[in-house]
């Protein structure tokens, strides 16, 4: 991906956007390939925090997938190696890891943000996160996959 086409296309948006846009606190759930290139785009669009939660540890198939990775990494946490390697992709974008377990987060976890994406997650998992967004009143986006 381009960063200045992509930069470019965000700042041709409208003003309201964009303002929603920088002051999003997104969580994003998986750091394989799919979830790492997301949260690269993600901290590129300069949205105020993103969270990474993955509780998984880095296996020979992630190393060939993530961006920036490197062999002595194999075994350590997939959100800890994504935050050392995204982190500095924005100043503006504050970048936190998180290794629990998406199980073990009470479901008020997920009132601290305005946009979660799921990737990786099981199909019950995905019940809950849509469950918990839709009995809230607030207006918030939700954005589930499976790979």
């Given at each position: 991906m381009d960063v200045d086409a992509f930069i470019w296309e965000v700042h041709g948006w409208p003003l309201e956007s964009q303002k929603r846009l920088k002051s999003a606190k997104v969580l994003l759930i998986g750091l394989g390939d799919f979830g790492t290139e997301i949260a690269r785009i993600v901290i590129l669009a300069e949205v105020t925090s993103i969270t990474l939660l993955d509780h998984r540890n880095m296996t020979e198939k992630d190393?060939?997938?993530?961006?920036?990775?490197?062999?002595?990494?194999?075994?350590?946490?997939?959100?800890?190696?994504?935050?050392?390697?995204?982190?500095?992709?924005?100043?503006?974008?504050?970048?936190?890891?998180?290794t629990t377990n998406i199980d073990d987060k009470p479901d008020e976890y997920f009132n601290n943000f305005d946009v979660v994406c799921a990737t990786e997650c099981t199909i019950t998992q995905l019940i809950r996160i849509n469950r918990i967004w839709t009995n809230t009143n607030t207006f918030r986006r939700l954005f589930l996959g499976r790979q």
């Open positions: 190393n060939c997938q993530q961006f920036g990775t490197i062999d002595y990494q194999l075994g350590e946490s997939r959100a800890e190696v994504a935050l050392f390697r995204l982190k500095d992709l924005n100043s503006m974008t504050n970048v936190e890891a998180d």
